[in-house]
């Protein structure tokens, strides 16, 4: 059973960056696909970003430009640098394992406990 661990959440100011961290248990990330969610206080949980068990990456319109995900296969992690945070980029964030079917990706993992995001203006 795959096991997931966000890390690197925290409180900045607007145009400053954070990197997110997501560590892997019960399987190989060069084997999976990986997505990241958010959920922003009081709204449902959305999908921002997604890598390809090839690499391929994509994004959701409202963070394109300026987050960008990644997988590091020695550390069986998976990150998503965000820069040029908003404030409306804050959110618990989450990240799944999950697969592609066509264009479309499904979660198909349990949920960690998430990294809290804060963006002040």
């Known amino acids: 059973q795959v096991q997931l661990v966000e890390y690197g959440g925290g409180l900045v100011q607007a145009g400053e960056s954070l990197r997110l961290s997501c560590g892997v248990s019960g399987s190989i990330v060069t084997n999976m696909a990986a997505g990241w969610y958010r959920q922003p206080p009081g709204k449902q949980r959305e999908l921002v970003a997604t890598?390809?068990?090839?690499?391929?990456?994509n994004y959701a319109d409202s963070v394109k430009g300026r987050f960008t995900v990644s997988r590091d296969n020695a550390k069986n992690s998976v990150f998503l640098q965000m820069n040029s945070l908003k404030p409306e980029d804050t959110a618990d964030y989450y990240c799944?394992?999950?697969?592609?079917?066509?264009?479309?990706?499904?979660?198909?993992?349990?949920w960690g406990q998430g990294a809290q995001v804060t963006v002040s203006s």
């Open positions: 890598i390809s068990r090839d690499d391929r990456t």
């Open positions: 799944s394992a999950g697969t592609f079917i066509g264009a479309t990706y499904y979660p198909n993992s349990g």
